[in-house]
């Protein structure tokens, strides 16, 4: 039976706890937590997409629904500009600038842990640790950010179908 194992290959089975997994899982949290942060921000971007083209149909849904609201017998049409409206001003909750985390540190807060006076690096194991702990904030934060995107996107969607559906009820009701 020792003779069978001996011809067997050797699997690889890397790093093992005595010899470097620590460090190695360190790496593989930073490396996991930027690409979950490079995925953040494609996300955004595509709210950001999804938000233009929301404000887009809202204002020219209000702008349609206001002009045509002028005439006495479709006064009612207010209501469904006034829909379209807080869409718009749903959707540029989105637009507003604030706080973003991207991938990557600044070289500067690498280069300075080693003089950090509460809490200096001394291996490269605890500065790769301290690396994947600061993205794991990020990621909380943004994650926090679309949370609040993802809710004022569904409102600016539901407001203008709402507006959509109300005129369209008003204009076969008075056509009847």
């Not at 921000?41 to 629904?65: E, N």
């Not at 003089?115 to 702990?133: G, V």
């Not at 507006?163 to 009701?173: D, P």
Request: charged share 20%; proline share 4%.
């Amino acid at each position: 039976m020792t003779q069978q194992n001996a011809d067997e290959p050797e699997i690889a089975v890397g790093e093992k706890a005595v010899k470097g997994l620590r460090l190695w899982l360190a790496r593989e949290a930073q490396r996991q937590a930027e690409k979950r942060i490079a995925s953040q921000v494609d996300i955004w971007g595509k709210f950001v997409t999804r938000a233009t083209s929301c404000i887009g149909w809202a204002v020219t849904l209000t702008s349609a629904f206001a002009a045509i609201s002028t005439q006495y017998q479709y006064r009612f049409l207010a209501l469904p500009a006034m829909l379209a409206a807080m869409s718009a001003i749903c959707a540029c909750v989105i637009l507003w600038p604030r706080r973003w985390n991207i991938p990557g540190d600044t070289p500067l807060y690498v280069m300075d842990m080693m003089e950090n006076p509460k809490d200096p690096m001394t291996t490269e194991l605890e500065a790769t640790e301290a690396l994947a702990i600061r993205v794991e904030d990020g990621i909380t934060a943004n994650s926090l950010t679309l949370t609040c995107y993802g809710r004022a996107l569904f409102a600016a969607f539901s407001l203008l179908i709402a507006s959509i559906l109300l005129a369209a009820i008003w204009v076969v009701l008075i056509t009847f």
